[in-house]
């Protein structure tokens, strides 16, 4: 996918900022200069594309619920099959593959810490895999924004 100026400033203004607020796409399309729809239709292809794996706003886990980090050890011949099952599960975000034993890290979220254990057990009955469940001790802020230089990438 060629990403024209407007997908380059549409990503530049909003990988920290995210308007939150009844129409936040509306208030994007003000900001940039394009409609509620254009932004829609932007972010579609781009996450179809696979440029955007993700949209939307990044909570301060303990105001939003219960989370924890999570792992299992999917055979690897059957990685990209438990990664979907995986990714299918309610509150699941940051699935990513590791080179361990453990091998799909993942993190899970819920309204509070009963339905985060009862959608942990749910999920380890369906994998059938055991899992590596990691309560956050100390929390760290990750700036996932990033610089992004175009022209290199041209």
């Not at 208030?27 to 254009?38: D, I, K, Q, Y």
């Not at 055979?75 to 299918?88: E, F, G």
């Not at 590596?132 to 924004?145: A, N, T």
């Amino acid at each position: 996918m060629q990403l024209d100026a407007a997908d380059r400033q549409l990503i530049d203004s909003y990988q920290r900022g995210l308007p939150v607020c009844e129409r936040p796409y509306a208030e994007m399309a003000s900001h940039l200069g394009m409609t509620e729809e254009e932004v829609l239709k932007r972010l579609s292809a781009l996450q179809a594309h696979n440029v955007l794996s993700r949209v939307g706003p990044v909570f301060e886990h303990s105001r939003a619920g219960a989370s924890l980090l999570a792992a299992v050890a999917a055979p690897v011949d059957q990685i990209d099959l438990v990664a979907a099952r995986i990714n299918h599960a309610p509150g699941v975000n940051h699935n990513y593959a590791r080179e361990h034993a453990y091998n799909l890290w993942f993190v899970m979220t819920a309204p509070d810490e009963r339905t985060l254990h009862e959608r942990l057990d749910d999920l380890e009955n369906r994998l059938r895999l055991p899992m590596l469940r990691l309560p956050m001790v100390e929390g760290y802020h990750i700036d996932l924004g990033f610089s992004i230089d175009w022209e290199a990438l041209s």
